[in-house]
């Protein structure tokens, strides 16, 4: 495929973590051959035995795992999703690009490799030196997404006189500032929240022993007792 070059081996200075010999390459289901599996820190490579090979760099990488269901694939493998294109793909993706401009711009494109080594007992030395390797470059995305992006309250420009004061007002002070239509707001919650509080000890028809005192001025309280079986089923945890 067009996409395939060559190029020297990633070697120790490049951090290699696993040389594999012998690994099948497959692209979205195409054959690229058997070759070498190079796992450095830098990149991912392959390389066939011509010496014709290819790249990928790991933040571009975004799913690598052992895939063992034969369902999927007939032999286990190291399966990796990239987010890219690569060989005729990428050449038929820019002619479908400029037809379909109007389309949805968040869908990336996607790349499935298989690699499959003819020891398959390698297969957790290698997706072992693939999550090392893939922790040394880590998303800056997900680094940004720490960063606080509020206003800092300088302490030491407020007390000389800088900057603008926020205003605090205690409780009464806070009435004082109410419009008419926020003091009947004011009461009308204030109404809401009062109801809530008395209700809650007369719920459902329950009894309790508060709600007999609380309602000891002469209000109704219902006392018809609960109806046989009605909860006998319920289980209750304690």
């Known amino acids: 495929m067009s996409f395939l070059k060559s190029f020297p081996p990633p070697g120790?200075?490049?951090g290699l973590r696993q040389q594999q010999p012998e690994t099948e390459a497959v692209l979205n289901g195409k054959g690229l051959g058997t070759g070498t599996l190079y796992i450095a820190e830098s990149r991912l490579s392959w390389l066939d035995g011509s010496g014709l090979g290819f790249?990928?760099?790991?933040p571009t990488i975004s799913l690598h795992a052992v895939s063992r269901d034969l369902n999927a694939y007939p032999r286990e493998h190291l399966y990796v999703m990239v987010n890219a294109k690569f060989g005729e793909e990428s050449k038929e993706s820019v002619a479908e690009e400029e037809e379909e401009e109007d389309s949805d711009?968040?869908?990336?494109?996607?790349?499935?490799?298989?690699f499959v080594p003819s020891d398959k007992s390698a297969l957790e030395a290698m997706f072992t030196a693939m999550c090392e390797c893939q922790a040394l470059h880590p998303d800056p995305e997900?680094?940004?997404?720490?960063?606080?992006d509020g206003e800092e309250y300088d302490v030491e420009a407020h007390e000389q006189g800088q900057?603008?004061?926020?205003?605090?007002?205690?409780?009464?002070e806070g009435?004082?500032?109410?419009?008419?239509?926020?003091?009947?707001?004011?009461?009308?919650?204030?109404?809401?929240?009062?109801?809530?509080v008395s209700s809650q000890y007369n719920m459902a028809g329950v009894r309790t022993?508060?709600?007999i005192r609380d309602y000891e001025d002469g209000m109704e309280v219902d006392t018809t007792p609960t109806v046989a079986g009605q909860f006998e089923d319920a289980d209750v945890d304690h």
């Open 209 to 211: 022993e508060d709600s």
């Open 175 to 196: 009435l004082s500032h109410l419009t008419a239509e926020g003091q009947a707001t004011l009461e009308r919650l204030e109404g809401m929240l009062s109801q809530s």
């Open 142 to 148: 997900d680094e940004d997404s720490d960063d606080y």
């Open 163 to 172: 900057g603008d004061i926020p205003t605090f007002y205690t409780y009464e």
């Open 55 to 58: 790249s990928l760099e790991y």
């Open 105 to 114: 711009d968040d869908v990336e494109p996607i790349a499935e490799f298989r």
């Open 12 to 14: 120790s200075a490049e």
